[in-house]
Protein backbone atom coordinates (compact mmCIF):
# COMPACT_ATOMS: atom_id res chain seq x y z
CA UNK A 1 0.00 0.00 0.00
CA UNK A 2 1.31 3.77 -0.89
CA UNK A 3 2.49 5.94 2.12
CA UNK A 4 -0.10 8.60 3.20
CA UNK A 5 1.86 11.67 3.80
CA UNK A 6 -0.40 14.52 5.35
CA UNK A 7 1.13 17.89 4.87
CA UNK A 8 -0.68 20.47 6.41
CA UNK A 9 1.17 24.36 5.88
CA UNK A 10 0.38 26.67 8.61
CA UNK A 11 -2.79 24.89 9.71
CA UNK A 12 -5.21 26.73 11.43
CA UNK A 13 -4.86 24.53 13.93
CA UNK A 14 -2.32 22.24 15.57
CA UNK A 15 -2.88 21.08 19.26
CA UNK A 16 -2.28 18.00 21.55
CA UNK A 17 -4.90 16.81 23.01
CA UNK A 18 -6.38 14.07 25.32
CA UNK A 19 -9.26 11.48 25.59
CA UNK A 20 -10.33 9.68 28.65
CA UNK A 21 -9.46 10.13 32.08
CA UNK A 22 -6.17 10.57 33.66
CA UNK A 23 -4.45 7.41 33.73
CA UNK A 24 -6.69 5.76 31.14
CA UNK A 25 -5.96 8.93 28.62
CA UNK A 26 -4.80 8.67 25.01
CA UNK A 27 -2.50 11.32 23.64
CA UNK A 28 -3.49 12.64 20.11
CA UNK A 29 -1.70 15.21 17.82
CA UNK A 30 -4.05 16.88 16.07
CA UNK A 31 -3.63 19.18 12.96
CA UNK A 32 -6.76 20.86 10.91
CA UNK A 33 -6.86 23.39 8.06
CA UNK A 34 -10.51 23.81 7.54
CA UNK A 35 -11.35 20.89 5.04
CA UNK A 36 -9.52 17.90 7.00
CA UNK A 37 -8.19 17.62 10.35
CA UNK A 38 -5.73 14.69 10.78
CA UNK A 39 -5.42 12.65 14.49
CA UNK A 40 -2.30 10.80 15.51
CA UNK A 41 -1.94 8.92 18.21
CA UNK A 42 1.08 8.98 20.47
CA UNK A 43 2.92 8.52 24.50
CA UNK A 44 2.19 11.18 27.05
CA UNK A 45 6.29 11.27 26.91
CA UNK A 46 6.28 12.05 23.28
CA UNK A 47 4.02 14.86 23.56
CA UNK A 48 5.86 16.42 26.41
CA UNK A 49 9.16 15.74 24.88
CA UNK A 50 8.06 17.41 21.80
CA UNK A 51 6.89 20.44 23.69
CA UNK A 52 10.01 20.77 25.39
CA UNK A 53 12.05 20.56 22.14
CA UNK A 54 9.81 22.83 20.21
CA UNK A 55 10.36 25.54 22.75
CA UNK A 56 14.41 24.76 22.74
CA UNK A 57 14.11 25.52 18.76
CA UNK A 58 11.99 28.52 19.37
CA UNK A 59 14.31 30.00 21.52
CA UNK A 60 17.39 29.11 19.87
CA UNK A 61 16.41 30.62 16.87
CA UNK A 62 15.46 33.80 18.87
CA UNK A 63 18.63 33.86 20.66
CA UNK A 64 20.40 33.49 16.75
CA UNK A 65 17.78 36.57 15.54
CA UNK A 66 16.70 34.68 12.91
CA UNK A 67 13.33 35.67 14.51
CA UNK A 68 12.47 38.82 16.57
CA UNK A 69 11.48 38.02 19.90
CA UNK A 70 7.80 36.81 20.54
CA UNK A 71 5.15 36.39 23.30
CA UNK A 72 3.42 33.21 23.63
CA UNK A 73 -0.12 33.64 22.61
CA UNK A 74 -2.72 32.55 24.58
CA UNK A 75 -2.91 28.24 24.83
CA UNK A 76 -5.80 27.13 22.46
CA UNK A 77 -8.59 25.47 25.30
CA UNK A 78 -10.74 24.06 22.85
CA UNK A 79 -12.03 20.38 22.99
CA UNK A 80 -10.19 18.02 20.22
CA UNK A 81 -12.30 18.35 17.18
CA UNK A 82 -15.01 15.07 16.63
CA UNK A 83 -14.89 12.14 15.37
CA UNK A 84 -10.96 11.39 16.48
CA UNK A 85 -10.39 9.20 13.21
CA UNK A 86 -6.62 7.63 14.80
CA UNK A 87 -4.57 7.64 10.92
CA UNK A 88 -2.00 5.77 13.03
CA UNK A 89 0.61 5.71 16.43
CA UNK A 90 3.43 7.30 15.77
CA UNK A 91 6.67 5.44 16.79
CA UNK A 92 9.04 8.75 15.96
CA UNK A 93 9.16 12.54 15.80
CA UNK A 94 11.33 14.69 13.78
CA UNK A 95 11.70 18.62 14.10
CA UNK A 96 13.58 20.69 12.05
CA UNK A 97 14.03 24.41 11.28
CA UNK A 98 13.16 25.60 7.85
CA UNK A 99 15.78 28.61 7.33
CA UNK A 100 14.19 30.01 4.47
CA UNK A 101 10.53 30.43 5.45
CA UNK A 102 11.23 30.81 8.86
CA UNK A 103 9.33 27.95 10.00
CA UNK A 104 9.22 24.30 12.32
CA UNK A 105 8.77 21.40 10.72
CA UNK A 106 7.43 18.69 12.86
CA UNK A 107 7.06 14.80 11.26
CA UNK A 108 5.31 12.58 13.45
CA UNK A 109 5.83 8.76 11.68
CA UNK A 110 4.17 5.45 12.28
CA UNK A 111 5.64 2.46 13.40
CA UNK A 112 3.45 0.31 11.40
CA UNK A 113 6.57 -1.46 9.43
CA UNK A 114 8.65 -2.26 12.22
CA UNK A 115 11.28 -0.59 13.41
CA UNK A 116 11.79 3.30 11.92
CA UNK A 117 14.96 4.10 9.57
CA UNK A 118 15.72 7.85 10.64
CA UNK A 119 16.29 8.26 7.26
CA UNK A 120 12.76 7.86 6.31
CA UNK A 121 11.84 10.94 8.61
CA UNK A 122 11.45 14.03 6.15
CA UNK A 123 11.37 11.56 3.67
CA UNK A 124 9.28 11.44 0.74
CA UNK A 125 9.96 8.38 -0.80
CA UNK A 126 6.74 6.00 -1.43
CA UNK A 127 8.48 3.03 0.65
CA UNK A 128 8.88 5.17 3.47
CA UNK A 129 6.18 5.23 6.71
CA UNK A 130 2.99 6.90 6.84
CA UNK A 131 3.55 10.48 8.60
CA UNK A 132 2.21 13.52 9.49
CA UNK A 133 4.33 16.89 8.61
CA UNK A 134 3.44 20.28 9.77
CA UNK A 135 5.32 23.57 9.41
CA UNK A 136 4.32 26.24 11.77
CA UNK A 137 6.17 29.36 12.62
CA UNK A 138 7.34 30.03 16.15
CA UNK A 139 3.75 31.82 16.96
CA UNK A 140 2.08 28.94 16.54
CA UNK A 141 4.82 26.39 18.42
CA UNK A 142 4.94 28.49 21.30
CA UNK A 143 0.94 27.91 21.49
CA UNK A 144 1.52 24.44 21.13
CA UNK A 145 3.81 24.24 23.73
CA UNK A 146 1.72 25.83 26.45
CA UNK A 147 -1.25 23.66 25.79
CA UNK A 148 1.34 20.74 25.56
CA UNK A 149 2.88 21.30 28.71
CA UNK A 150 -0.80 22.32 30.68
CA UNK A 151 -1.95 18.81 29.38
CA UNK A 152 0.96 16.54 30.69
CA UNK A 153 0.92 18.10 34.11
CA UNK A 154 -2.73 17.80 34.54
CA UNK A 155 -2.53 14.19 34.95
CA UNK A 156 -1.71 12.14 38.01
CA UNK A 157 0.63 13.26 40.39
CA UNK A 158 3.95 11.67 40.73
CA UNK A 159 5.17 10.02 43.74
CA UNK A 160 7.74 11.85 44.79
CA UNK A 161 10.24 8.88 45.85
CA UNK A 162 10.22 6.68 42.74
CA UNK A 163 8.46 8.85 40.35
CA UNK A 164 5.69 6.63 39.30
CA UNK A 165 2.03 7.78 38.67
CA UNK A 166 -0.17 7.96 42.12
CA UNK A 167 -3.29 6.15 41.38
CA UNK A 168 -5.66 7.37 43.50
CA UNK A 169 -6.46 3.68 45.48
CA UNK A 170 -2.77 4.06 46.84
CA UNK A 171 0.65 3.39 45.41
CA UNK A 172 2.92 0.15 46.12
CA UNK A 173 6.46 2.48 46.10
CA UNK A 174 9.09 -0.09 45.00
CA UNK A 175 11.73 2.62 46.76
CA UNK A 176 9.85 1.90 50.19
CA UNK A 177 10.40 -1.89 49.95
CA UNK A 178 7.44 -2.47 51.89
CA UNK A 179 8.32 -0.22 54.50
CA UNK A 180 5.59 2.21 56.35
CA UNK A 181 6.51 4.14 59.08
CA UNK A 182 4.30 3.80 62.32
CA UNK A 183 2.54 7.24 63.29
CA UNK A 184 4.04 8.32 66.18
CA UNK A 185 2.30 9.23 69.05
Known amino acids: ?26 FYLQASDGLRTISVALEKEQVKILAERLDDIVDEV ?17 PLEMPIDEEFRVSALGLAWDDNDHLIVI ?17 DADEAPDALRVRIDAAAAKAFTARAIALVEAGRAACPLCGRPLEPTGHICPRQ ?3 HRAALS
Open 62 to 78: TRRGDIAPIEAPPADLE
Open 177 to 179: NGY
Open 1 to 26: MARQLHVFDHPQRFVAGTVGEPGERT
Open 107 to 123: EAVSGEAGGIDEDSIFS
